[in-house]
Every structure is written in C-alpha cells, then in structure tokens.
C-alpha cells in the first residue's frame, strides 16, 4: 500500500506557509492608530485575566513589529502582577529552543539579530517555563480547538511541552481567532485568547 504521509505533512506545512504569508501581509498593513489602539484593548483584558488568576509567575514575551501587546508590554506586565511576582521573559537558543530569564526593567533587554529583544540577566533553563502559572505566547492565529500557528521555527512547541498545568494564553489581533488551521502532531495547543474585541476567550 502506497504511504501517503510524506504527502500529508507536505499539504499541511504548506497550509501553514500559504495562511502565514497572508495573516503577516494583514498585520503590516495596519496603521500605526489601530495597532496602539488594539495593544491597549489587549492589556486591558490581560489585566482582567491576571487580576482573577493571580500568577506567582508569568512567562511573557516582547512584542516585535505590529505583534499585538505593543513593545511595552513587559513593563506593563509588571505593573500587573503582585509585588512579589515574577517575570520570565524568553531568550532564543542557537537551536530555536527558549531558555528564559527574569525581566528587570527595560535596561535589562538587549537587541538581538532576529529583531528581538530579549532580558540580559541570570538565564535560568529552558525548564524554567514550568514555574509559570499564566504563559502568554505569541501567535499569528489560534483556531477554535486551540491550534495556534506560530512562525515555524518551533521554539514555543518546545516551550510549551514544558508548562505542565499553566494557562497558555495567546495574544491576537481581531479576525485571528479563526474556526480551524492545519495543525501537525507535535503542535502544541493553548488553552485561551486574547483578542482587541473579544477580550479573554478559552479556547480547546
């Protein structure tokens, strides 16, 4: 019998190329007005979510580009948790994996080649992400199961493999949460979104 698996995984990387091309295309064409108005509609509802969730510690991201959150979003992520809180931001690995560091202050992040930036501290494993009780991840879209479709290098899959019982929450702009994406075996699946509109919405 004639193995169609190779096959298979070809339609669906390619599935996934075609609907990241497009959704990159419909973020840069945003206006400079609609991406600090969505960002703030955003943390507002992330607040909300960490305000009923009550995360010792969070593991974040920095918004890059038109990314929703904004490139402010740690300072405010900071602002959101307790005193005592803590925030994990990643630090990209030569082999696409995430160690991960705690943010201090913008001082503490440092540009990197991929446009990222990223905390200088004591790196503490790419375990680390397991003491998170909220991680919040970006995405270029999650559909109605969880799916979430990333960049495609694969650091979250990894990360997220990790997390043990946190909520995953993926961060979106409007019309980004979608009914269903093509979706491969180690794909990892969040559990929530976030999007300008909808505020928090679980998902899976």
Avoid at 16 to 44: D, F, H, I, M, N
Avoid at 110 to 124: A, I, K, V, Y
């Amino acid at each position: 019998m004639p193995d169609f698996s190779d096959q298979d995984d070809f339609v669906v990387k390619a599935g996934k190329t075609s609907v990241r091309g497009r959704l990159l295309a419909a973020r840069r064409a945003l206006p400079e007005e609609s991406r600090r108005a969505a960002a703030a509609r955003v943390r507002r509802a992330l607040g909300d979510l960490i305000a009923a969730e009550r995360p010792a510690v969070v593991a974040g991201y920095v918004p890059v580009g038109a990314e929703p959150g904004g490139a402010g979003l740690p300072d405010v992520l900071t602002r959101m948790l307790h005193p005592d809180g803590t925030l994990l931001l990643p630090v990209l690995l030569p082999d696409l994996d995430l160690d991960w560091a705690e943010y201090a202050g913008p001082a503490s992040l440092t540009p990197t080649g991929r446009g990222l930036r990223e905390p200088s501290g004591r790196r503490r494993g790419p375990r680390a992400v397991a003491d998170a009780e909220l991680v919040i991840v970006p995405a270029l879209a999650v559909d109605r199961r969880g799916v979430r479709l990333g960049r495609g290098g694969g650091s979250y899959d990894r990360a997220l493999a990790r997390c043990g019982a946190a909520l995953v929450v993926a961060l979106l702009h409007d019309d980004e949460l979608v009914d269903e994406l093509p979706a491969e075996p180690h794909d990892r699946r969040v559990q929530g979104v976030i999007t300008p509109a909808g505020g928090f919405v679980r998902v899976g």
